[in-house]
């Protein structure tokens, strides 16, 4: 794979559910240190756009490579292993396993790149709360958490969907300055957000998706400019 | 001393030994979500390597301990994967388990009979040594305290795999969150796999001392033993293989009890127990709700 090459390149991807097409034919790439944003309106896809590049359910046609390589076929965990990881929208943290437990148990199968659970929790600020039952934790803490489980995979691309959701706008300053740092060490992230302000202090391409489609891809500036998007997410 | 502290320590060595005989199938059942029927069955083969053992190499039944947790562990890897992945993809894999699983013990008990036929076998309690043992002046058979020290060195190797291996860790994580533990990258088969075979293991394990502890065996016997396996896990709680300690020590307690005073109650009483247990905490003594609406 040429340096220049895109870590991840989507083509094509389709996905439906029973008569829904809830993806139909979406195609993007992102480059290692890239932050792509990932908006539209609820039900455009954006989500399902995750969960197929994760593998939680199989695609019904396209393809995704990953470093070079054809990943589509590949079972979730072996994705994970392969350096993608993902943050939920809804945290679902292991409720009965410490929150350091949590981060161990994600950190377990990396074995090319150690992560530092301790590290990781400190970063993120959960340190004081390492041995209490993760179930324990307010939303935003799991959050927190669930940033954590991922990057304890050390991953080379984080999916990180709705993760601005809830956070005060201090929290929300401090996950920016995060993902950028992220980027910055070489990490690609898609950053799925209903957050304008968010997705504009983050990304640095945006794409918009619609109906199971790629609406617009560029800068949020020019998205914000585009009668298309106007239309179908920002509203006029 | 009395005969009620005869009857609380006698529960004692039977709630450790019957703690053995559910943990397997609430092992199974909490990282699989699914109800091995075939529970008392792998049991009752378990007591059938301990009896050969003793009967055609005339070894002591604990030399079977090794030898049946490498084959049944060994044995458990395949029927994994050649019955579990499927079940799961089913839409309600804890309902088509019991069918399978209850088939399989059908056909474990139709090959037993071929293999081993129907009379009732029985190993004697003198392998152990002769002499009874005394505690807290009390006098027990000698099987009954190895077979409690075994149950309670069993259910401690369980207790270290879940708590202080990545194996055991993961293994928790898909007790609590199975699908979250898939994008974690855990390998939710390969851990499942040998969760599975742990719990197919330790109910051999617990067989060797069936002659014993339950009585001469025969392959008609699974069945009643995965029934009160059942009792066992259901009264500590279903899904949490740590709370089968509490559920093996009640049901000790009230057999040996009922033994004691009520010898002609004795059957029913455990069962009674769990009626009562069901209706007043559904989920178990120590249970969560592991069923999702």
Known sequence: MSP??????????????????????????????EILGLAGPNGSGKTTTINAITGVFPIDGGEIHFGGNAIHRLPTFRRVRHGINRTFQVPRPFPALTVLENVMVAGTYRSERKSDPHRILEDLGLAEHADRPAKSLNSSQQKMLGLASALATSPQLLLV???????NPEELSGMAARLRSYAAQGMAILVVEHLMDFLDRVTDRLIVMDAGNTLFTGKLQQATQDPRVIEAFLGG | MSLLEYAVLAGIFYGLYFALVGVGLNLIFGVMRIINLAHGDFLILGAYGAFYVFHLFGWNPLWAIPIELVVFFGLSLPLYYLLVPRLQKSGDPEMLSFILFFGLSQVIEALAVFAFGNDQRSIPASVFGGSPVTIAGQVYPASWVVSAAVGMAGITLIYLYLYHTRIGRATRAIMTERSEAVVTGISVHRVSAVAFGIGIATAALAGIFSPFMIGAIAPSLGMGITVTSFTIIVIGSLGNPLGTVLGGLLYGEA????????????????????????LVKPTGLLGKAVRSA
């Open chain 2, 255 to 278: 057999l040996m009890l009922m033994q004691t005073f009520l010898t002609s109650w004795a059957e029913m009483f455990p069962y009674a127990l769990l009626i009562l247990v069901l």
């Open chain 1, 161 to 167: 969907d709705e993760i601005g959701a809830g956070l």
């Open chain 1, 4 to 33: 220049d090459a895109p870590i991840l390149k989507v083509e094509g991807l389709k996905k439906h559910f029973g008569g829904l097409k809830a993806l139909d034919g979406v195609s993007f790439d992102i480059h290692a240190g």
